[in-house]
């Protein structure tokens, strides 16, 4: 589960932004409360993340971080409802963690404040 940094609802989305650390993993997730994509068929997989590209900035990793994507896929998944985008964090240290968790967190305060992102 993701560090949650805040949710907010706008134009029936529904969502938890925020962060976590697993291994040698930096990873941005969103977990999607809506109905109308939670689930664990192939479809509903589609569906978030047909919804995650309408948001890439629920996904942008801190610079203090390596921006190369890890991972096979564009999107990794945890059915019903987890989405993320991750790097790799060989040698991260606890400042550069704090640093990347300072600037999530500014982030997603900064989408409250200004309500959900619209794609451009």
Do not use: C
Request: aromatic share 10%.
């Amino acid at each position: 589960m993701p560090r949650p940094s805040a949710a907010w609802r706008r134009s029936r989305l529904h969502v938890h932004l925020g962060w976590q650390l697993q291994g040698g993993q930096f990873r941005r997730a969103a977990v999607y409360h809506d109905e109308s994509i939670r689930g664990h068929s192939q479809e509903s997989r589609r569906q978030r993340e047909d919804t995650s590209r309408t948001h890439p900035e629920f996904f942008s990793i801190p610079t203090v971080l390596p921006q190369t994507p890890g991972g096979r896929k564009e999107y990794n998944h945890f059915a019903p409802d987890f989405v993320y985008q991750y790097v790799k964090t060989p040698g991260l240290t606890i400042a550069d963690l704090k640093e990347a968790a300072a600037a999530v967190h500014a982030e997603i305060v900064q989408f409250g404040a200004e309500g959900t992102p619209q794609p451009a």
